[in-house]
Nanobody
């Protein structure tokens, strides 16, 4: 599966952005999808993940209640709705896919990665 992330941009603190991860292939529903992010000078970190059928989601503690991951398997797309953005959310955001039932928090679990999309939150 090939992944294409989009939707990043510049937003003021408190604002919202919606990231999208578009996937190729006919069996998208077989893949759990995760979002990760990497800020300058920091390691890439887990943000959120969603199971193949969308029934299970998990979030990093710092984004719970602000970010929502969802998917539309008919459109081969996963979204990350980000509300109440903070300057510390500034990072390059990546989507990744895995054939594991639930992706989990570990990067090594994910076999397929898209290019990143930059999110910048100004204070």
């Amino acid at each position: 599966v090939q992944l294409q992330a989009s939707g990043g941009g510049l937003v003021q603190a408190g604002g919202s952005l919606r990231l999208s991860c578009a996937a190729s292939g006919r069996t998208f529903s077989m893949y759990a999808v995760g979002w990760f992010r990497q800020a300058p000078g920091k390691e890439r970190e887990f943000v959120a993940t969603i199971s193949g059928n969308g029934g299970r989601t998990y979030y990093q503690d710092s984004v719970k209640g602000r970010f929502t991951i969802s998917r539309d398997n008919a459109k081969n797309t996963v979204h990350l709705q980000m509300n109440s953005l903070k300057p510390e959310d500034t990072a390059e955001y990546y989507c990744a896919a895995t054939t594991s039932v639930v992706g989990g928090r570990r990067e090594i679990t994910y076999e397929h990665w898209g290019q990143g999309t930059q999110v910048t939150v100004s204070s």
